[in-house]
Each structure stands twice: as structure tokens, then as C-alpha cells.
């Protein structure tokens, strides 16, 4: 179903809004739940000035920065690798691979190959990893089971397909560096570029209790060989090995166009168009699906970032706004090859596509084990500090 009106969407519980559009962002009512002042300005123009407010200063970042690098490299010495990063061939994760390699860092670079890589990012990973002389690992998923996980979530008409990718790219990066005795993870995730996306476009990705429950509605496969991580999982790689993630894009001044830029004189990196076009799957999930069954347009969240991060004028994100997606051709192309990786006809596709939106919520929620967890460390945490205080052993 195509929406003549930006404002309107299908997901449950949704109500009709006269149509507006924040006067300092792009971000508009397709947003069920933005808010704007008496001049037009939305909420998350003001939630992100508070929020600058308490970010360190360049001064601060830059100390920052030098104290993670040391204890990356400390942590290192007499090791094979002192991180893991996970390589989509993106921009994010491209120029942090870069940024990891000239502070000296030794990274592990892992590649999540769920069938829906381009040619472009292949390519782009394999010139990365040619040119900075870095370790390749590449995470091979069980194409029939994630294919059958995959194959669900579109059964189900739930509105983020990204889950069983997005879930098993932390799943494999956690596998593989306990694997490899690895404990920092640096994350390619960064507020510059990713602090602003709408609650209700997108679902948390590591609702493992919603996730089975979608599969055992729909699915046809067991699902033995996935690296899920739900949230006893990771509770437990990160206080038995004591893994952490590590934002070091929040630690530099990250300009998007200076590391595309950059990427392409010093790396041969290739441009992809949109932000996680590198997959096929998700070009088409946020270009053409979230468009036309939900009335979302991700790029007025991905354009608004680059407003807040002053990279971008406003203008210049409703220029953008104006051209397709991608290119339309492109997008009935992939339709046709989504459809037939996944093993649906085209008319079963369609109808698919036609159905109406359903709350992830309705298949379960990890709700009550997010809420047993926070129990939990209410109770070790005092323990933990009194074992530290005393000289015990509380990791290895």
C-alpha cells in the first residue's frame, strides 16, 4: 500500500495527525510520537541540545581517546589482537577499521556474511583488508535457517525485518571474539550519525524471547546453528569475560563526507548511495518497504543527524528528500530477487507486502527477563565491589 500523506502509517495503534515537519530537522509526523513547540521545532531538537550539554568537550574527547588506546594496547600485549570489529564494508565500520589501524590498535575484522552482501561491499572489504594488511574472519550464517528466520518476520508483518540480521551480527562478533580470547568489541555505532531515530522505526534487536516467538509461529526450520545473544547470553559474556563495546567514532570528530572522502583516496572504498545500502536486503527494506506499507522514510532520521551534527543544511536534506529512495528500477529488480532468495512466489510476496502491520510485542517480549536482570545486578553489584575490596578473583 502505497501512503499519499507521510503522516499517515498502518502500524497498530497509530492515530491520523495533521501533517507537520520540524523547522530545524527533516524529521516530520510519519513520526507518531514527535512533538513540536509553538514554532514548529520538534522535541528532538531540544532532547539533542541537552544532550550536547553533557558530551565532552574536544579537550576531554581527545584524553578520552588516548586512555581507551592505551588500555586497548596494554590489553594486547602478548596477544594475537587487542579488539574485534565488525566490517560491513560501510562507511561507519570501513573508517573505523582505518582509525583503528593508524592508533596502533591490532583489530580482528569480522565480516557477517548473511547472503545479502553486494558486489560493492564485498568488494570494498576485500580492498580494506588488502590495503591495512588486517585479519579477515568471515561469519558464514546457516543460510536455510536464517533464510527460514527471515522468511517468518515477513509472515509475521512486523515492521523491523532488520532483527534477525541486526540480532546475529552481535551474536557472531560475541562468538568469535570469545573464540579468539578477545574482550574489546569496537562498535561502528556513533551519535553523530545514529543519535536520532524514532522509536516506533524500529524494534530492539536483542529481544530474543520476540524473536523465537515469531519463528515458532512461522517458522518451519529448527533453529540450532543462529548465534543468538539475548539478554541472559549477553549478561553473561559481559560479566564472565568481561567483554565491552567500545564507541570510538563518538571519541573523534566524525564527519561522514570527510570519511567517505577519505575511505576512497587512501583505500579504494567505493560509495553504495544510501546509509546501510551495503546490503541488498536492508536497500530494499528501508527503501522501498518501510516507504510504502509504513510510511517511513529513514532517511528524514539519517538526514536529521547530519543536520544536529552540522554536516548538513536543512536545505540540503529536503533536496534529498525530494529524489527516490533509489533508483525505482532498481527497487521492482530487487523485489523480484528478494522474493525469490527467500523462496516466495511473486503474487505471495505481494500479499505479503500487502498485509497489515503487526506489534512485535504480540509474539513476547523480554521484558520480565530485562526486568529479572536489573534484580540481578542490583544484587551482585555490592558483592562484586566488596570482593574487589577484598582482593578476591571476580573474572579472569
Known amino acids: 500500500m502505497t501512503h499519499l500523506f ?20 527533516v524529521i516530520d509526523t510519519s513520526d507518531p510520537e514527535v512533538t513540536f513547540d509553538e514554532e514548529g521545532v520538534s522535541n528532538y531538537w531540544h532532547e539533542h541540545q541537552a544532550f550536547l550539554a553533557k558530551q565532552p568537550n574536544a ?23 587487542d579488539c574485534i570489529l565488525g566490517l560491513s564494508g560501510g562507511v561507519d565500520s570501513s573508517y573505523l577499521a582505518w582509525l583503528a589501524v593508524k592508533l596502533g590498535l591490532r583489530p580482528l575484522l569480522v565480516h557477517f556474511d548473511n547472503g545479502w552482501n553486494s558486489e560493492l561491499a564485498v568488494s570494498n ?4 583488508c588488502r590495503r591495512l594488511r588486517l585479519p579477515l574472519h568471515t561469519f558464514v550464517m546457516d543460510w536455510p535457517e536464517f533464510r527460514d528466520l527471515q522468511r517468518a518476520y515477513f509472515k509475521a508483518s512486523v515492521l523491523d525485518l532488520e532483527v534477525p540480521t541486526d540480532h546475529m551480527i552481535f551474536g557472531a ?8 580470547s578477545i574482550r574489546f568489541i569496537l562498535s561502528g555505532n556513533n551519535h553523530r550519525t545514529e543519535w536520532l531515530l524514532p522509536r516506533e522505526w524500529y524494534y530492539r534487536k ?7 516467538g515469531i519463528h515458532r509461529r512461522y517458522g518451519e526450520l529448527p533453529m540450532k546453528r543462529l548465534p543468538a545473544l539475548g539478554v541472559w547470553q549477553s549478561a553473561w559474556y559481559q560479566m564472565r569475560f568481561r567483554m565491552q563495546d567500545i564507541k570510538l567514532l563518538d571519541l573523534v570528530d566524525y564527519r561522514k563526507q570527510e570519511a567517505k572522502d577519505l575511505l576512497m583516496s587512501e583505500l579504494g572504498w567505493r560509495d553504495y548511495g544510501g546509509k546501510h545500502y551495503e546490503s541488498i536486503f536492508t536497500r530494499f527494506y528501508q527503501g522501498y518497504i518501510l516507504p510504502r506499507k509504513y510510511g517511513i522514510d529513514k ?8 543536520i544536529l551534527s552540522q554536516q548538513m543544511t536543512r536545505e540540503q536534506a529536503l533536496a534529498e528528500l525530494q529524489q527516490p529512495t533509489y533508483d525505482p528500477q532498481l527497487q521492482e529488480e530487487d523485489k523480484i530477487y528478494v522474493a525469490k532468495k527467500l523462496g516466495f512466489s511473486g503474487t505471495e510476496f505481494e500479499d505479503l507486502l500487502k498485509l497489515p502491520g503487526r506489534r512485535h510485542e504480540e509474539f513476547g517480549t523480554d521484558e520480565r527477563d530485562l526486568r529479572l536482570l536489573r534484580e540481578f545486578m542490583g544484587w551482585i553489584r555490592p558483592i562484586t565491589t566488596i570482593a574487589k575490596k577484598g582482593g578476591w578473583r571476580v573474572d579472569n
Open 299 to 306: 532517511r528524514r532520521a539519517h538526514l536529521s543527524n547530519l
Open 59 to 81: 579537550e576531554s574527547r581527545a584524553a578520552l581517546l588516548e586512555a581507551t588506546v592505551k588500555r586497548l594496547r596494554t590489553y594486547g600485549q602478548g596477544r594475537k589482537y
Open 6 to 25: 507521510p503522516a499517515e502509517t498502518d502500524i497498530p495503534g497509530s492515530a491520523r495527525r495533521r501533517y507537520r515537519i520540524c523547522t530545524k530537522l
Open 125 to 128: 572489504i576485500e580492498q580494506i
Open 173 to 180: 562478533l560475541y562468538k568469535v571474539a570469545r573464540q579468539n
Open 206 to 212: 536483542f529481544d530474543l524471547v520476540s524473536i523465537k
